[in-house]
């Protein structure tokens, strides 16, 4: 099973602030990471596919870059409703599908 | 535009069964992988099960294999989550998600999830 450890797990910055999201994996992944996004009470929201695709529909201040085994989510001139968590999720050796532990972005 | 409608969970004794169902909408429910998700209180996400597009292949984590049994109805585009000998630890939020392809499970839809509680 592949593992994948998000770092760091919480993270405090303010609006307009650059926020640097880290997700590793225990063996590679290639390029088949997602990063999501999941507010109180509400469903996951796809972000970010393969590594760096955007989704539909998500802002271009949302970028992903990485492959193999270290990954990481970028958020530039953060918004407040960006302020939520992340998740990573790996689909390169599956079954079983694996997520990372989480990143909690809040306010400072 | 995709819509998921989770439904079915409820409070059930250590032991006993429950179905999950999942109305699905806004595009063509058989040529995409379908998958339940679940998240526990407090906690984070965890994979629970997924059906091939093709509807052929099945594929669930170690924690549910053997009790429960993910399936399809195609005439009424809906998912369905069969759960036996549920367990304390199967309590969760559970969510039925959409896959980027036949069998691309990166979830780019999700349902708003339906609660399952497992206590006596």
């Known amino acids: 099973e592949i593992v994948l450890t998000q770092s760091p797990a919480t993270l405090s910055l303010s609006p307009g602030e650059r926020a640097t999201l880290s997700c590793r994996a225990s063996?590679?992944?290639?390029?088949?990471l997602a990063w999501y996004q999941q507010k109180p009470g509400q469903a996951p929201r796809l972000l970010i596919y393969?590594?760096?695709s955007r989704a539909a529909g998500i802002p271009a201040r949302f970028s992903g870059s990485g492959s193999g085994t270290d990954f990481t989510l970028t958020i530039s001139n953060l918004e407040p409703e960006d302020f939520a968590v992340y998740y990573c999720q790996q689909r390169s050796r599956w079954p079983p599908i694996t997520f990372g532990q989480g990143t909690r972005l809040e306010i400072k | 535009e995709v819509q998921l409608l989770d439904s079915g969970g409820d409070l059930v004794q250590p032991g006993g069964s429950l179905r999950l169902s999942c109305a699905a909408s806004g595009f063509t429910f058989s040529s995409y992988a379908m998958s339940w998700v679940r998240q526990a209180p407090g906690n984070g996400l965890e994979w629970v099960s997924t059906l091939g597009g093709s509807g052929g292949s099945t594929y669930y984590a170690d924690s549910v294999k053997g009790r429960f049994s993910i399936s399809r109805d195609i005439s009424k585009n809906t998912l369905f989550l069969q759960m036996d000998s549920l367990r304390a630890e199967d309590t969760a939020v559970y969510y039925c998600a959409k896959g980027r392809g036949a069998n691309e499970p990166f979830f780019d839809s999700w349902g708003q999830g339906t609660l399952v509680t497992v206590s006596s």
């Open positions: 063996q590679s992944v290639s390029s088949y």
């Open positions: 393969d590594a760096s």
